[in-house]
């Protein structure tokens, strides 16, 4: 049986057998089991690009890239936008490219680097947490995360478990756990601080390992008590009781924490995961069996990376399109997935836009030039996943001569502008082999640890001590929550049209509103969901509702904010 990896931009990375015009989940595969989403059990519904185009006309692949060779050599300023509609490593060679012909590159993230970066100033580092230690936990919380959505397999992991779900929204999960904090938008630091809290005022925080790899606890005692309980509780909208009873477990109970990026998408998003990383220190949370916090883990650790360069680079979440001669737009949509939706669609216009990609979505609809990229079944490439420690090769089932790898691309842009120092694809497929690790018959990242942080931290655990937050929570009606869709992963597959309302909005199914905010407006049709809190509103990514999302990154400067915002609804006169 032929056997390969999904490619798509989610936790679970599933091992995949492959026959013609069929993908099966692989039963050995120690994590993924054998099942696969909706998503590759409907890969095939989904057509695929089959013809290059320039402003609306068929043309053939030579034709195309002959376009683009011209454009290019035309153009002074060129944006390379590459997105994550596939984060298999080969996806980053074209960097290569257009990092030696002088184009900006992004950097940062519309989905995680603000509590990457908050990872980093804690522990230094940011360690996978390996399935067998969540297996071994007494105690998980699941913080911002609907897991039965972004990554399912990981649901008979939590089998005997005592679990909590933190979220706004009451999920299925919610419904399912031993207790659901359904805090206020927006309410993660401060909850994060109430638990750390009523730690402190019981005396039992892990005063041991706190002296051995922490510094500056003082500071964050501080900190934490800064925060006066009954408003700060009023704040996250939740029964102080419930706060008081996860401490309890906490303190009791070997704990997982598994935190999601919801908690994240905010100004002070790093500041968030940041506080919720200093409560797991501050109870010794770290390098012990069946303990730890999980985030999406940084596959880039202790990784000799050839296609990693230096180049002119600005912050993703405030690319302006209409800034650049061309824009080549690659494994993405940011016509749809992108902040500020209006402010896209208007530069994507006002320059040349190229898209490189697998289907004919909106920003390949508004491009001038469009060539179709190869699907993961018609080239190689290696997997790596964010969300457990296993590695996948890629091999190539299928031939596609109406389509590019990355690399095929890559190759012909080097020749046609006569760049030296592209090497065979198979050398940089296996300099990547070269570096895993073996864990019985599976491949595991080159940073893997059974215990993640056993021997300690690098340099001494720094707690959080500060924050800067000046979101003003009294504009606007509602909060805006903006999940993962189920069958959906951003603008791919089967999205999500609607707006979830509270039941308390007066609104009814069917119903028709405009969305607004100080950034933009789109009219949306309604669903009423009982599970929502009556100050919130939800609406999935790959939805409309990226029309009133700020187009700013986070404090830090690296990640997209798509909740740093309140908005009003109005119903549309019938």
């Known amino acids: 049986m032929k056997k390969t990896a999904c490619p798509l931009d989610c936790y679970d990375a599933c091992s995949v057998l492959y026959e013609p015009n069929r993908l099966k989940g692989d039963p050995e595969h120690p994590f993924t089991r054998g099942h696969l989403c909706y998503k590759l059990n409907h890969y095939f519904d989904y057509p695929q690009l089959d013809s290059a185009r320039y402003q609306g006309q068929k043309i053939s692949l030579d034709e195309a890239l002959g376009i683009l060779e011209e454009k290019i050599k035309a153009s002074e300023e060129i944006l390379h ?19 030696f012909i002088g184009a900006t590159l992004t ?31 007494e105690l998980v919380i699941v913080w911002g995360r609907n897991i039965g959505y972004t990554n399912h397999h990981l649901l008979p992991f939590l089998e005997g478990k005592t679990l909590v779900v ?29 638990l750390a809290r009523f730690i402190y005022m019981q005396n039992k925080e892990d005063e041991s390992f706190i002296e051995e790899h922490t510094e500056d606890f003082d500071f964050y005692a501080d900190f934490i008590q800064s925060y006066r309980m009954v408003p700060t ?45 200093s409560l797991a220190a501050m109870l010794g949370l770290f390098g012990k069996e069946g303990c730890g916090v999980s985030f999406l883990g940084d596959t880039s650790l202790m990784l000799d990376d050839p296609f990693r360069v230096q180049a002119k680079r600005v912050a993703k979440p405030e690319v302006d399109f209409g800034a650049y001669d061309l824009c080549f737009i690659q494994a ?26 697998l289907y004919d979505d909106e920003t390949a609809q508004l491009a001038d030039l469009v060539i179709p990229a190869k699907n993961f079944l018609q080239k190689e490439d290696i997997r790596f996943s964010y969300g457990h420690e296993y590695v ?19 190759k012909e842009l080097m020749g046609r502008f006569g760049l030296d120092g592209l090497k065979e694809e198979k050398e940089y497929i296996e300099h990547f082999i070269k570096q895993l690790r073996k864990k019985g018959e599976y491949y595991v990242l080159p940073s893997f640890e059974e215990i993640p942080y056993k021997e300690g931290f690098e340099e001494p655990f720094c707690f959080i001590d500060e ?25 791919q597959f089967k999205r999500d049209p609607y707006l979830y309302v509270p039941l308390r909005s007066g609104l009814s199914d069917g119903d028709k509103v405009v969305v607004s905010s100080k950034w933009g407006a789109v009219t949306m049709e309604v669903r009423l969901l009982a599970e929502l809190r009556d100050d919130s509103v939800l609406a999935y990514s790959g939805s409309a509702i990226n029309h009133v999302t700020p187009p700013h990154a986070d404090n830090h400067g690296n990640n997209a904010i798509f909740q740093e915002v309140k908005v009003n609804l109005k119903k549309e006169s019938q």
Do not use: W
């Open 467 to 491: 924050v800067e937050d000046e979101f003003d929570r009294l504009s606007g009606e509602y909060f805006l929550i903006t999940p993962k869709a189920k069958n959906a992963i951003n603008s």
């Open 233 to 277: 509780t009023d704040k996250i909208g939740v029964d102080l009781l419930d706060i008081a009873t996860l401490a309890e477990l906490m303190i009791d109970m070997k704990t997982v924490i598994l935190v999601g990026n919801g908690v994240q998408k905010y100004a002070h998003g790093t500041e968030v995961v940041r506080a919720i990383d």
């Open 166 to 194: 933190i979220d706004p929204v009451r999920t299925n999960l919610a419904k399912n756990a031993a207790m659901h904090i359904q805090l206020s938008p927006r309410t993660d630091l401060e909850l994060a601080c109430m």
């Open 107 to 137: 950097t940062g993230s519309l989905c995680d680097a603000a509590g990457q970066l908050g990872i980093e100033k804690g522990r230094g580092k940011n360690l996978i947490l390996p399935l067998e230690q969540i297996q071994k936990s």
């Open 81 to 99: 936008y590459r997105g994550s509609g596939n984060v298999g490593k080969m996806q980053a060679v074209s960097d290569l490219f257009f990092a």
């Open 332 to 357: 993405a949509n940011p016509a749809i997935t992108h902040p500020c939706t209006q402010k896209v669609v208007e530069g994507l216009k006002k320059s040349f836009t190229v898209v490189f990609g």
């Open 392 to 410: 996948e090769l890629m091999p190539k089932f299928e031939d596609n001569a109406k389509a590019l790898s990355e690399y095929e691309l890559t």
